[in-house]
């Protein structure tokens, strides 16, 4: 019985609750639950279903408000951070993640702030702790992204990766491409389907992209960038003209991430029609240039609380079966 807090109580959080309560590939114990104003924490394990229903009715998921000192003071296996991402310092999500490490539990995350703002301090803490930080819901929700390089391809010499890595801004370009919709259309009907954020800044300026072109990055490269280090552009200024005139060269617009030992970089780019990299909708796929298998593709959808949830499950799984 593997004993897990859960910090971030969003919908990735629950979707991470609802698959523990529908039944993990390991026996979980989930002994803390965190939101952003409260927390819940059981030594014998909580009611999930109840920690969700008082969510639903009151808003909160316990009597505590400190996270870091349950934290401190619960005991548990397994830190799973779902809370959402915040740039500059990464905290609050930075520090929880420090302090599970600090009490000898590993860390699996989907928050792209510790990993793309303090990936090198935080991997050098886990390191001296002798634990484990995986991350494979940060990059491209279910889509073996972190794992396909740490493990699928890790006798192979990596040199690059070029991805679509955002499912908000495929489906914006792609509605624009079929319809000759504008911009402010498509993002329009995005807002009213949940696609975007009603605030969608950050995935239309390109920003959630770079984030994860930075944790690709680092992981290959085991480097110390960050967001600064990445030539961002997003989608914003797309038209259906230039759509059309793509196309009728045979080439489709695409937001495209490329990451190499030298530079970082996310603007549209021009995609031949039928090339690994021209997926429509919500779809996200992830190109890898190695040296001895080629290219390496995987496609599939990058975003949802239930995707995002699969790979957290995944990286538990994965912990306790190595431990």
């Given at each position: 019985m593997v004993?897990?807090?859960?910090?971030g109580f969003g919908a990735v959080g629950r979707g991470f609750a609802d698959a523990v309560l529908g039944g993990a590939p390991v026996d979980v114990d989930?002994?803390?639950?965190?939101?952003?104003?409260s927390v819940a924490v059981d030594g014998d394990g909580l009611d999930l279903a109840s920690v969700k229903e008082r969510k639903e009715?009151?808003?909160?998921?316990?009597?505590?408000?400190?996270t870091v000192g349950a934290l401190e003071e619960a005991e548990y296996d397994v830190l799973v951070e779902a809370s959402p991402t915040t740039l500059g310092d990464a905290?609050?999500?930075f520090g929880y993640?420090?302090?599970?490490?600090?009490?000898?539990a590993h860390v699996v995350t989907s928050n792209k702030g510790p990993l793309a703002m303090r990936y090198a301090e935080l991997m050098e803490k886990a390191d001296e702790a002798g634990v484990e930080v995986r991350m494979e819901g940060a990059v491209g929700g279910a889509i073996p992204t972190i794992n396909t390089v740490r493990e699928s391809l890790a006798g192979d010499d990596v040199?690059?990766?070029r991805g679509i890595l955002n499912g908000t801004c495929n489906f914006i370009l792609t509605r624009m491409l079929e319809e000759g919709l504008t911009y402010e259309h498509v993002l329009g009907e995005a807002q009213d389907m949940g696609i975007a954020e009603s605030d969608p800044t950050f995935d239309v300026e390109g920003i959630d992209t770079a984030l994860k072109c930075v944790i690709l990055s680092n992981v290959l490269f085991e480097g110390e960038r960050t967001l600064d280090d990445v030539d961002v552009d997003g989608i914003t200024e797309v038209t259906p003209?230039?759509?059309r005139l793509a196309r009728e060269s045979g080439h489709v617009v695409k937001l495209v991430g490329e990451v190499s030992e030298d530079a970082l970089s996310v603007a549209p780019r021009l995609v031949p029609e039928g090339h690994a990299l021209d997926v429509g909708g919500t779809l996200n796929v992830v190109s890898f240039d190695a040296d001895l298998a080629g290219e390496v593709t995987v496609t599939g959808h990058g975003?949802?609380?239930?995707e995002t949830a699969s790979a957290l499950v995944s990286d538990l799984t994965a912990v306790v079966r190595k431990s």
């Amino acid at each position: 019985m593997v004993r897990v807090a859960l910090v971030g109580f969003g919908a990735v959080g629950r979707g991470f609750a609802d698959a523990v309560l529908g039944g993990a590939p390991v026996d979980v114990d989930v002994v803390l639950v965190a939101d952003s104003s409260s927390v819940a924490v059981d030594g014998d394990g909580l009611d999930l279903a109840s920690v969700k229903e008082r969510k639903e009715d009151e808003g909160v998921v316990g009597d505590g408000e400190d996270t870091v000192g349950a934290l401190e003071e619960a005991e548990y296996d397994v830190l799973v951070e779902a809370s959402p991402t915040t740039l500059g310092d990464a905290e609050p999500a930075f520090g929880y993640m420090m302090t599970a490490i600090d009490n000898g539990a590993h860390v699996v995350t989907s928050n792209k702030g510790p990993l793309a703002m303090r990936y090198a301090e935080l991997m050098e803490k886990a390191d001296e702790a002798g634990v484990e930080v995986r991350m494979e819901g940060a990059v491209g929700g279910a889509i073996p992204t972190i794992n396909t390089v740490r493990e699928s391809l890790a006798g192979d010499d990596v040199s690059g990766v070029r991805g679509i890595l955002n499912g908000t801004c495929n489906f914006i370009l792609t509605r624009m491409l079929e319809e000759g919709l504008t911009y402010e259309h498509v993002l329009g009907e995005a807002q009213d389907m949940g696609i975007a954020e009603s605030d969608p800044t950050f995935d239309v300026e390109g920003i959630d992209t770079a984030l994860k072109c930075v944790i690709l990055s680092n992981v290959l490269f085991e480097g110390e960038r960050t967001l600064d280090d990445v030539d961002v552009d997003g989608i914003t200024e797309v038209t259906p003209d230039s759509l059309r005139l793509a196309r009728e060269s045979g080439h489709v617009v695409k937001l495209v991430g490329e990451v190499s030992e030298d530079a970082l970089s996310v603007a549209p780019r021009l995609v031949p029609e039928g090339h690994a990299l021209d997926v429509g909708g919500t779809l996200n796929v992830v190109s890898f240039d190695a040296d001895l298998a080629g290219e390496v593709t995987v496609t599939g959808h990058g975003a949802g609380s239930s995707e995002t949830a699969s790979a957290l499950v995944s990286d538990l799984t994965a912990v306790v079966r190595k431990s």
